[in-house]
């Protein structure tokens, strides 16, 4: 069975008071509230069998919001949402494939939060009510196509994504096929004119795949190496292949024990690597950094015990992936397996456990969030211990056993920010791993200590959002297209539209 891949953006909710629509007619207030209206094409003729979308302003969230209600257009154009509840504001969206995604009031693609600009608030005033709103008008997009190959032979991929955010990091617009041939040829349709799109496949077994030559899910960035493709309305833009690489894993095993009592374990990979000031780091961008307000009971020193970590070999100027994670829920026997892993990168591997100080693979224990510096782009990137954590790195398809996890005694955590750790004056070191598993590569210990409760952004993105909507994306939906992606490496895909 194939596992899913998908992403996510997570941005802030602002509930709004309701602008208008049209003129609404009073009904007899016991038949729903409709919100009625027309979809053209460019042309101005009527657009058959899309659908609209209806959206309570309410609780909306990243392209959609609890409640929502999708309805088909008529063959004359013409569509009828029945909203419920009857009374409150509205927004309203139409999608038919070929054409990009527009929102009343003339919005084209995503809309992480409202009010937002060419967004329109249709208010309905109560049961009975029907709301007349002006005509949306698709315009013109353009596609693109191209093949997925692996090891030089087509790949019927799971997906491919097109995706453009602006520099803030917000999404602009997603567009995804899951229709990809045995040749590993596919078509994404209805782009925006003069966006810039990443585009990259995903599919099982694989890490995410862009054009260009980048390996590795980036968020809600244009990760280096990864080529931009811009078109015109009407383009037909080919050539846009994309070569898979598989994906790397690591095996490990928590004491179940831990499990249990902190009714859960989740297990992070992050990447790692050299910042321009020699020292080495992680990156926390996808979410999976211990939160603030969460001070340790450890002394402020490491143990003379652990071995030095080995400094990444990755430079910070290189593109990072976000981190992968996995859980286990109690009852389970502590083995886990952590994937997608990018083939030849460094990660540290951190488990969370509630009640319990973060436990990092190598052997540290305590949190991670010291010096935090923005070294490679992001504000996200933490200094990594100086003792006490081991890298772990696999070749593609290799699975990296024995990255056993060891939990300190179960603590009451205080609230206030002291760091556990002190690693501002010592550098990671070039000592080789003391326990390094059969198989794969590792370097320096690794373990991370912390707060229980990890601050989590999501990519992905990715995660439910029924509209077009992604840390890996790996799932098989029948919806050609969804909004609000990027999240992380193991989760669902939104369904598309809605």
Not at 151 to 162: I, P, Q
Not at 345 to 356: H, N
Not at 383 to 400: H, K, S
């Amino acid at each position: 069975m194939r596992r899913r891949i998908l992403v996510l953006s997570l941005v802030s909710f602002v509930a709004l008071a309701g602008v208008t629509g049209a003129p609404a007619a009073q009904g007899d207030g016991t038949a729903p509230a409709q919100i009625v209206g027309h979809v053209l094409s460019p042309d101005g003729s009527p657009v058959t069998w899309g659908t609209v979308y209806c959206y309570p302003t309410t609780g909306f969230f990243g392209n959609s919001s609890p409640g929502y209600v999708a309805t088909t257009v008529a063959s004359d154009g013409s569509y009828s949402c029945p909203v419920t509840p009857d009374s409150g504001d509205y927004v309203v969206k139409a999608y038919r494939s070929a054409y990009p995604t527009t929102w009343l009031g003339g919005h084209l693609g995503s809309v992480a939060a409202l009010p937002a600009d060419g967004v329109t608030v249709v208010t309905v005033g109560g049961a009975g009510e029907t709301v007349n709103v002006q005509d949306i008008t698709l315009p013109e997009g353009w596609s693109l196509f191209g093949r997925v190959t692996y090891e030089g032979s087509g790949y019927d991929a799971d997906a491919v994504f097109a995706c453009a955010y602006d520099a803030d990091r917000v999404e602009l617009d997603c567009g995804v096929t899951h229709v990809v041939g045995t040749d590993g040829s596919y078509t994404i349709t209805g782009l925006i004119a003069g966006l810039s799109y990443t585009v990259y496949g995903a599919s099982d077994g694989f890490v995410n795949s862009y054009h260009g030559d980048h390996i590795g899910y980036a968020g809600a960035t244009v990760p280096v190496g990864a080529r931009l493709v811009t078109g015109a309305a009407g383009d037909a833009v080919r050539g846009i292949d994309i070569a898979l690489v598989k994906e790397a894993m690591a095996t490990g095993r928590v004491d179940p024990d831990v499990v249990a009592t902190a009714g859960g374990v989740t297990v992070y990979a992050c990447p790692a690597f050299v910042g321009a000031d020699g020292l080495g780091y992680y990156r926390t961008d996808s979410g999976h950094g211990t939160a603030p307000g969460s001070a340790a009971p450890a002394p402020n020193t490491l143990p003379a015990s652990l071995p030095t970590t080995v400094t990444p070999t990755t430079p910070a100027s290189a593109a990072v992936p976000v981190c992968a994670s996995t859980s286990m829920s109690p009852g389970s026997d502590g083995s886990y397996t952590i994937s997608p892993l990018v083939p030849g990168r460094d990660y540290v591997v951190i488990g969370v456990a509630s009640g319990y100080v973060n436990a990092w693979y190598g052997g540290y224990l305590g949190d991670a969030k010291l010096n935090q510096r923005d070294v490679g782009g992001t504000s996200a990137d933490q200094l990594l211990p100086a003792r006490g954590v081991v890298l772990v790195n696999g070749d593609p398809g290799e699975v990296v056993p024995n990255v056993d996890l060891a939990f300190g005694p179960a603590v009451t955590r205080a609230t206030d920010t002291t760091d556990v750790t002190d690693v501002t004056n010592e550098a990671p070191g070039t000592v080789a791993s003391p326990t390094a598993p059969t198989g794969g590569t590792t370097s320096g210990p690794a373990a991370i200590g912390g707060p229980v409760v990890l601050s989590v952004l999501l990519v992905v993105l990715g995660l439910a959002s029924p509209a077009r909507a992604g840390v890996c994306r790996r799932q098989r939906v029948t919806e050609t297209r969804f909004n609000n992606r990027p999240g992380s490496p193991r989760s669902a895909l939104r369904p598309s539209r809605g």
